[in-house]
């Protein structure tokens, strides 16, 4: 089993910054594919982005060149930077790590982009 703690939600204004991390724990000692989706009221959840365990990364077009998946293989922790934040990006903010054949998520994290 493996553990997802989200954290660092809240509320910033439009432009700014935020930076969002979820902690694994458990049995995280494979290789693990890391995604953030997020979903906004009354709409599916999305893919944002990922980073595979070969370090590679990808982005969904509407947050490329904004936002920064990274990881620390330390604390087993990835975080998600978000940058030029607007309106749109409101959403309850989830992450998932695929462990071998198995999905885990974390409970989710509010964002709020408002003034």
């Known amino acids: 089993q493996v553990q997802l703690v989200e954290s660092g939600g809240g509320l910033v204004q439009p432009g700014g910054s935020l930076t969002i991390s979820c902690a694994a724990s458990?049995?995280?000692?494979?290789?693990?594919?890391w995604r953030w989706y997020r979903q906004a009221p009354g709409k599916q959840r999305d893919y944002v982005a990922v980073i595979f365990s070969s370090g590679t990364r990808n982005y969904v077009d509407s947050v490329r060149g904004r936002f920064t998946i990274s990881r620390d293989f330390a604390t087993t922790t990835v975080y998600l930077q978000m940058n030029s934040l607007k309106h749109e990006d409101t959403a309850v903010y989830y992450c998932?790590?695929?462990?071998?054949?198995?999905?885990?998520w974390g409970q989710g994290i509010q964002v709020t982009v408002s003034l």
């Open positions: 998932s790590a695929v462990v071998g054949a198995s999905v885990y």
């Open positions: 458990g049995n995280i000692s494979r290789p693990m594919t």
